[in-house]
C-alpha cells in the first residue's frame, strides 16, 4: 500500500503564498505522474496541475503564472507553489500519484485534501 499525506494549506490573504506538500510513503518502485487538483465547495473537482517523471510540466488556465508544480524524487514528494493568490483558489487540494509498486505493477492513489481558503 502506499500513503499520501498533504501539508501546507491554511488561511491567507489574497496576494499571498502558500507551499503545499505531498509525501508518498510504503512500497514504492517508482512515481510516473504526479497532479494537483482541487475541489471548491458545491463544485467538481478540477486539474490544477501535472508535472511527468520527466518533469514536464502542465497547468490548468486559471492558475498559469501564479502556480509552480515540482517534484522530489529522492523525497518522493511533489510541491505545488502558490502565488498571487485568489479568494477563487479558495479549495481542498488533493495530490495524485501514478506509483509503479514493488510489483512492478501501477496504481493511482490520492491524498487526504488540505484545505486552502484565501481571504478577501
Known amino acids: 500500500q502506499v500513503q499520501l499525506v498533504e501539508s501546507g494549506g491554511g488561511l491567507v490573504q489574497a496576494g499571498g503564498s502558500l507551499r503545499l506538500s505531498c509525501a508518498a510513503s510504503?512500497?514504492?518502485?517508482?512515481?510516473?505522474?504526479m497532479n494537483w487538483y482541487r475541489q471548491a465547495p458545491g463544485k467538481q473537482r478540477e486539474l490544477v496541475a501535472t508535472?511527468?517523471?520527466?518533469?514536464?510540466?502542465t497547468y490548468a488556465d486559471f492558475v498559469k503564472g501564479r502556480f509552480t508544480i515540482s517534484r522530489d524524487n529522492a523525497k518522493n514528494t511533489v510541491y505545488l507553489q502558490m502565488n498571487s493568490l485568489k479568494p477563487d483558489d479558495t479549495a481542498v487540494y488533493f495530490c495524485?500519484?501514478?506509483?509503479?509498486?514493488?510489483?512492478?505493477?501501477?496504481?493511482?492513489?490520492w491524498g487526504q485534501g488540505t484545505q486552502v481558503t484565501v481571504s478577501s
Open positions: 495524485k500519484c501514478l506509483v509503479r509498486m514493488g510489483d512492478h505493477l501501477t496504481y493511482q492513489y
Open positions: 510504503g512500497n514504492i518502485f517508482s512515481i510516473n505522474t
Open positions: 508535472i511527468t517523471s520527466g518533469e514536464t510540466t
